[in-house]
């Protein structure tokens, strides 16, 4: 078993636990319909034949491509994430979810108009994957890979406890004998989507989402990150990382004036 391979194993027991991928699925939002228009003018379709979503969770990135494909595949390495995912759609729905690595699809070459990557691409080798989707992708179809931008936009003091939990999070991490995780860097997404020579147009662009916002709904942000989690399946206790004093400030936050969160989403678009 490669290096590479092992690293990929470990990402995906990374999304696991009942109690984890639930709350993950109830609290991370879905794309803004702006991504996904562009990514469909790109290709120059209103309606795809075929979409292919890597890394795909609990299906949240994948469902709303339902109005503007034939087609849609969801890829996700954690059968405990698919679980929520299948749950989703009926044997009958043009939607289907496979267990594989993104970068061992088993689909057929030349299949798919569109491959997304939500908020995934950094838990992939990037090299092999993007082999792999220019084996998969058609003669002028498009990738479009995107991350959200943490923490999201809401004030000065749920951003700055947010900061200061994570911080921690972090630190403890680095402090540990084995690695909970292997990530590659976002900032080297575009750099390694234009070295592999695989794709004849790329184009970075910024895209935001509003949505109506209580302190349930932070508190879950928080609480579905998989760095935060690891550290609370290892034992550590929300006092020592910073959970509890990151629950009371939230607890203790001033009304929002107006109940409104913002998403910041960096996309790549790429065509092959």
């Not at 690695?179 to 592999?196: C, E, F, G, Y």
């Not at 209580?214 to 942000?221: D, F, P, R, T």
């Not at 929300?238 to 109940?259: Q, R």
Request: with cysteine.
């Amino acid at each position: 078993m490669s290096i590479s391979k092992n690293k990929l194993e470990l990402n995906a027991r990374r999304f696991s636990g009942e109690d984890y991928t639930h709350l993950y699925d109830q609290s991370r939002p879905a794309p803004p319909d702006a991504i996904l228009h562009q990514t469909l003018n790109y290709l120059n379709k209103k309606r795809a034949s075929t979409v292919l979503d890597l890394g795909c969770g609990t299906g949240i990135s994948t469902l709303v491509w339902q109005p503007y494909a034939e087609q849609i595949t969801g890829v996700e390495p954690s059968g405990e994430m698919l679980a929520i995912a299948r749950k989703k759609v009926n044997k009958n729905s043009e939607v289907a979810f496979i267990e594989a690595f993104a970068n061992k699809v088993p689909l057929p070459d030349a299949s798919i108009d569109l491959v997304t990557c939500s908020q995934s691409f950094h838990w992939m080798e990037p090299e092999s994957t993007l082999a792999e989707i220019d084996r998969l992708l058609v003669n002028n179809g498009v990738l479009c890979i995107y991350d959200v931008e943490w923490p999201p936009l809401v004030n000065r003091e749920f951003e700055m406890a947010y900061q200061a939990l994570f911080e921690k999070v972090d630190q403890i991490t680095r402090s540990l004998d084995k690695k909970i995780a292997h990530k590659w860097r976002k900032d080297q997404h575009l750099r390694n989507v234009q070295k592999s020579k695989v794709f004849r147009y790329v184009r970075e662009a910024c895209f935001h989402k509003k949505e109506k916002v209580n302190k349930e709904v932070l508190a879950g942000i928080a609480l579905s990150q998989g760095g935060l989690e690891a550290l609370l399946k290892r034992g550590f206790l929300a006092e020592e990382i910073g959970l509890t004093d990151f629950l009371a400030k939230l607890k203790n936050m001033n009304p929002l004036i107006y109940e409104e969160i913002t998403y910041s989403y960096k996309a790549i678009f790429a065509l092959k």
